[in-house]
């Protein structure tokens, strides 16, 4: 069997025997990139010279017998909009094309600390706003398993980049299903934490209250492998919760017994794809087939979740990127050029009637506040600001920023966070009956690349089974359970109390001991 084609553990256990070195390894998933990549587009960049200089020094320091971390010699993919030193992080954005971050973010460290390679940094929505990658301000990437599909957003270089076997690991984030829904678009395994249980430091914000780092990977062992070295309490993030990291690689194995799984009528109604629903209860009939209950409940709130949602998400994001303005951060426009073209459009209007010239002295600003410096700055904000952000984005700081004005605040933003409170509740009221809830992730299968660009309430409308989880702050995990007629995988969604990421990656083990779904691959060119 080809080396990439192996999954993270048995890999990590090849290197750690000799069977195969770093460079060996990276220089195959390098060569799998070079092959391919052109075509799905996971990538944003890739730094051979960097992977394999890292990889030597890592079998160096291997036969030399000396301490090695956890992941020590395996390749891991990077989602674009965690800081990496003196690297770009661009968010997909035009905003941040030139930022390089003076700092690690934590998980990053995490990753060096633990001796992973790091291969590249994935494509995904300009600053992860997006569920289908099409909103990348470079391109779109594609689904593996049928290239005129998308791959899910906002991660969706970092799904696709592990189903193409261009990555073992690869690290996402996940704000309303951006880990989730690519991971079930492309049939992979990934899984959103708990708010507070993996750090957030040198994350680029997009909701702060919503947003968590992740693993995404072939298998359930592979992402609990991949958290153990993440997750844990980060003093630089004031959101991470001080609390022990079990051994998730270690009790993986351990079945669950008498485990409880609740169905949520309210997640197989109108929307839900046949054949989505069809896998779905196929995967429950394999979890009884292995002993467990199934309970039928419902989270009566979870309706108003895809509403409550783009209140709270967007408010958050305004205020989050009022920053990039381009003086404190991101792209700056072109001062010269706009004076240029202004003082081309204040002769224009000076040579015209005087009709004109009153409409070039309104339009100009005669008030005092906005005369000479401070106009051409306010020009300058908004100029650099329209040049830097896509269309999605500006979408989003345009219903935050009126969502949070005088007079809406508590009408939207406020009510938003009083129903937020409200769907955690059904989650604690779940979770006193059943162990773990199953779902669908998405209503359908990864839809044609352009479906759905003029249609955002469309768009927003396929998160519904996995915003709920990032509002009540919970863990939630996509694994794939089925494919379509069409050849397109089917994710099976998985939600735990909180911190129960452990429960999370054993019924998802238990889950995958007992089918392939997980183990198949995109065939046509990739083989």
Not at 59 to 64: G, W
Not at 187 to 200: A, D, F, H, I, M
Not at 292 to 301: D, I, T
Request: glycine share 10%; aromatic share 8%.
């Amino acid at each position: 069997m080809p080396l990439i084609d192996q999954t993270a553990v048995e890999l990590l256990a090849m290197l750690q025997a000799g069977d195969v070195t770093s460079v060996e390894l990276t220089q195959a998933y390098l060569d799998r990139i070079e092959q391919i990549d052109h075509q799905v587009k996971a990538f944003l960049r890739v730094d051979p010279n960097a992977a394999l200089e890292r990889a030597e020094e890592i079998d160096r320091r291997r036969k030399a017998g000396k301490p090695l971390g956890r992941l020590a010699g395996l390749p891991v993919a990077i989602k674009d909009l965690l800081c990496t030193a003196g690297e770009p992080t661009t968010c997909a954005s035009k905003m941040l094309e030139n930022f390089r971050p003076p700092y690690d973010a934590t998980v990053v460290a995490k990753l060096k600390a633990a001796d992973a390679v790091l291969i590249g940094k994935t494509n995904m929505d300009e600053f992860a706003m997006g569920g289908s990658n099409e909103n990348s301000a470079f391109f779109p990437t594609r689904n593996p398993w049928d290239l005129s599909r998308i791959p899910g957003g906002s991660s969706g270089g970092a799904a696709a980049c592990v189903a193409a076997r261009m990555a073992p690991l690869s690290l996402g984030t996940d704000t309303g299903g951006s880990i989730r829904c690519p991971a079930g678009l492309c049939g992979v395994t990934g899984l959103k934490p708990t708010y507070g249980r993996v750090s957030r430091y040198g994350l680029v914000a997009f909701a702060s209250s919503l947003d968590q780092v992740g693993p995404m990977a072939q298998t359930a062992e592979d992402a609990a492998l991949l958290l153990e070295v993440l997750a844990g309490h980060d003093p630089k993030d004031s959101t991470s919760v001080d609390l022990p990291v079990p051994k998730y690689s270690e009790t993986i194995r351990k079945p669950l017994e008498n485990l409880r799984i609740g169905l949520v009528r309210e997640h197989f109604g109108e929307g839900l794809d046949g054949e989505v629903e069809a896998a779905v209860r196929e995967a429950v009939k394999v979890y009884e087939s292995l002993g467990a209950k199934v309970v039928e409940l419902s989270l009566p709130h979870g309706k108003y979740a895809v509403a409550t949602y783009y209140v709270i998400a967007p408010c958050e994001a305004s205020s989050n990127l009022a920053r990039y303005d381009g003086v404190h951060y991101g792209h700056r426009t072109d001062e010269k050029k706009m004076a240029a073209e202004l003082e081309a459009q204040r002769r224009h209007w000076q040579d015209a009637s005087g009709t004109r010239q009153k409409h070039w002295q309104a339009a100009s600003g005669t008030h005092e506040e906005l005369k000479n410096q401070d106009n051409a700055l306010i020009r300058m904000y908004r100029r650099s600001r329209a040049e830097g952000f896509g269309a999605e984005v500006k979408r989003r700081i345009m219903l935050g920023t009126y969502a949070l004005s005088a007079g809406y605040y508590d009408a939207y933003y406020k009510k938003a966070l009083q129903v937020r409170r409200l769907i955690r509740g059904d989650f604690d009221r779940a979770f006193a009956e059943v162990d773990l809830l199953v779902g669908p992730v998405t209503p359908t299968p990864a839809y044609k690349i352009g479906e759905k660009v003029d249609d955002p309430l469309s768009m927003y409308l396929f998160d519904l089974y996995t915003v709920s989880t990032n509002l009540a702050g919970i863990g939630g995990m996509s694994i794939p359970c089925g494919f379509s007629q069409a050849g397109l995988p089917i994710g099976l969604h998985l939600q735990a109390p909180p911190f129960e990421e452990e429960r999370l990656l054993r019924g998802a083990f238990m889950f995958q001991q007992a089918t392939d779904w997980h183990a198949r691959k995109p065939g046509g060119f990739y083989e």
